[in-house]
């Protein structure tokens, strides 16, 4: 009879954020996949556990998900657990969830801290529908496509960010969604745990400022305020760009892009009203 596989979330930052039931399971398999063994040790350690500990990350995942797979088939019990959060959500182990459950073994999870849930549940945006991306792409124009592609989802989005790219991205946000309203949240759950809201140029300058921007990222952006074919007159979307700080010139670009008219085009059109 195959044994069962575990998948198991672990804390995202404060090592108290795992359950009863997730230390109850470390402690009885005979085995843990983890992606580094020395972070994954820090928590056993804390909690008094002791069990053989097996690499399974992205570079060794396809050799190791079947040496796994043959241990579960005879009998073993082993839990995958990620460095921090819920293993699979933007980690790897898909490939062996997806051997084990073709193979007839039972993957039991055992839920827990997800930084995904957590920045949206305290983010102050709506949380009705969401779409998860994942980590944007690094290079400018493949993250401009990928934003375009959902610039009608009518949900936040939700996003994982490096921090040495937030800002270009934060750019990226304006240029290509508008002034929608955006949230980040920096090191969740950790002594320097921190969240920022506001407008997306206005977020954008506020962190330039900074001599450095440190931490992991979970980066959520507003729902459209303004639906395809709705949207507010010329004049008032402008008006509302410069009292929310946005430079004269970006808020003119901004409701041309939204409208589908050059700059010019709005220019004229602003001045005639005036």
Same mark, same amino acid.
Request: with cysteine.
């Given at each position: 009879?195959? /044994?069962?596989?575990? @998948?198991?979330?672990?804390?995202?930052?404060?090592?108290?954020?795992?359950?009863?039931?997730?230390?109850?399971?470390?402690? &009885? @398999?005979?085995?843990?996949?983890?992606?580094?063994?020395?972070?994954?040790?820090?928590?056993?350690?804390? #909690?008094?556990?002791?069990?053989?500990? =097996?690499?399974?990350?992205?570079?060794?995942?396809?050799?190791?998900?079947?040496?796994?797979?043959?241990?579960?088939?005879?009998?073993?019990?082993?839990? =995958?657990?990620?460095?921090?959060?819920?293993?699979?959500?933007?980690?790897?182990?898909?490939?062996?969830?997806?051997?084990?459950?073709?193979?007839?073994?039972?993957?039991?999870?055992?839920?827990?801290?997800?930084?995904? @849930?957590?920045?949206?549940?305290?983010?102050?945006?709506?949380?009705?529908?969401?779409?998860?991306? /994942?980590?944007?792409?690094?290079?400018?124009?493949?993250?401009?496509?990928?934003?375009?592609?959902?610039? /009608?989802?009518?949900?936040?989005?939700?996003?994982? &960010?490096?921090? #040495?790219?937030?800002?270009?991205?934060? &750019?990226?946000?304006?240029?290509?969604?508008?002034?929608?309203?955006?949230?980040?949240?920096?090191?969740?759950?950790?002594? #320097?745990?921190?969240?920022?809201? /506001?407008? @997306?140029?206005?977020?954008?300058?506020?962190?330039?400022?900074?001599?450095?921007?440190?931490?992991?990222?979970?980066?959520?952006?507003?729902?459209?305020?303004?639906?395809?074919?709705?949207?507010?007159?010329?004049?008032?979307?402008?008006?509302?760009?410069?009292?929310?700080?946005?430079?004269?010139?970006?808020?003119?670009?901004? =409701?041309?892009?939204?409208?589908?008219?050059?700059?010019? &085009?709005?220019?004229?059109?602003?001045?005639?009203?005036?």
């Amino acid at each position: 009879m195959s /044994g069962t596989l575990y @998948v198991v979330a672990t804390p995202i930052g404060n090592l108290e954020d795992i359950t009863l039931r997730a230390l109850r399971i470390l402690r &009885e @398999v005979d085995q843990i996949a983890c992606e580094d063994t020395r972070q994954t040790r820090k928590l056993l350690d804390r #909690h008094g556990i002791s069990k053989p500990l =097996v690499s399974y990350h992205e570079h060794n995942e396809h050799a190791r998900a079947g040496e796994l797979l043959r241990e579960l088939e005879a009998g073993k019990n082993i839990a =995958v657990v990620s460095d921090a959060g819920t293993p699979l959500i933007a980690d790897p182990g898909y490939r062996l969830v997806a051997q084990a459950r073709a193979h007839g073994v039972t993957v039991s999870p055992i839920p827990g801290p997800s930084a995904l @849930v957590s920045a949206l549940s305290a983010s102050g945006l709506a949380t009705d529908s969401f779409f998860f991306g /994942g980590f944007l792409p690094a290079k400018t124009t493949q993250r401009r496509k990928t934003l375009e592609q959902m610039k /009608g989802y009518p949900a936040t989005l939700v996003f994982y &960010e490096a921090p #040495h790219r937030i800002l270009e991205t934060l &750019e990226d946000i304006g240029e290509v969604l508008g002034p929608r309203r955006v949230t980040v949240a920096r090191e969740l759950t950790k002594i #320097h745990e921190e969240f920022l809201s /506001g407008e @997306v140029s206005q977020l954008r300058a506020a962190l330039a400022q900074r001599p450095s921007i440190k931490g992991e990222i979970t980066l959520m952006i507003g729902k459209s305020d303004s639906p395809a074919g709705d949207l507010m007159p010329m004049e008032a979307a402008f008006d509302r760009l410069l009292e929310a700080g946005m430079p004269r010139m970006e808020a003119m670009k901004t =409701v041309a892009r939204e409208r589908g008219l050059s700059k010019r &085009e709005v220019y004229e059109k602003l001045a005639e009203k005036k």
